[in-house]
């Protein structure tokens, strides 16, 4: 590591710290030439994780965009911001641990949908209108004639 005063690169570690959350080091350095202390931080260089979308281009996964778009169809629902925040920590997290560097925008939507169902009917629909592109009112009526078909008391 260069030192920022002089420019030479002979430095020792004095301190190192993690981060609260773990994923990063702070480090503490002082250059052996002039004496001078500075600080470093070391973190994982992750690799962007890319969508394919529907008609085929590519884009870098978002999570503030899907978070926007579950928060939209949560809008004046009682369902809880911790409960959406695990499920998108836990997306993020899958999708980085996958491996893949390229994954089809329909496997994050139907996990989405999947939880959106499991948590709350109001939000899975207004969710699945947008991903499904609705195009009338039919399509609604098959989408909760469905939905209800699924509550039916056996």
Not at 28 to 37: A, P, T
Not at 93 to 121: C, N, Y
């Amino acid at each position: 590591m260069k030192c920022p005063f002089c420019g030479e690169i002979n430095n020792k570690v004095i301190d190192s710290r993690l981060s609260k959350d773990g994923n990063v080091i702070r480090r503490r350095r002082e250059c052996l030439v002039c004496s001078r202390r500075f600080t470093t931080y070391e973190h994982i260089e992750e690799i962007p994780v890319m969508i394919i979308k529907k008609d085929g281009r590519r884009e870098v996964f978002s999570i503030e965009k899907l978070r926007s778009g579950i928060q939209k169809a949560c809008q004046k629902r009682n369902i809880s911001v911790n409960i959406i925040e695990e499920f998108l920590d836990e997306l993020e997290r899958d999708l980085r641990e996958s491996g893949e560097k390229e994954i089809p925008s329909h496997k994050i939507g139907e996990k989405v949908m999947a939880k959106l169902h499991e948590i709350d009917d109001v939000a899975y629909v207004r969710f699945a209108s947008v991903y499904r592109e609705f195009k009338d009112v039919n399509d609604f009526v098959s989408e909760l004639k469905s939905l209800l078909s699924e509550h039916k008391p056996e």
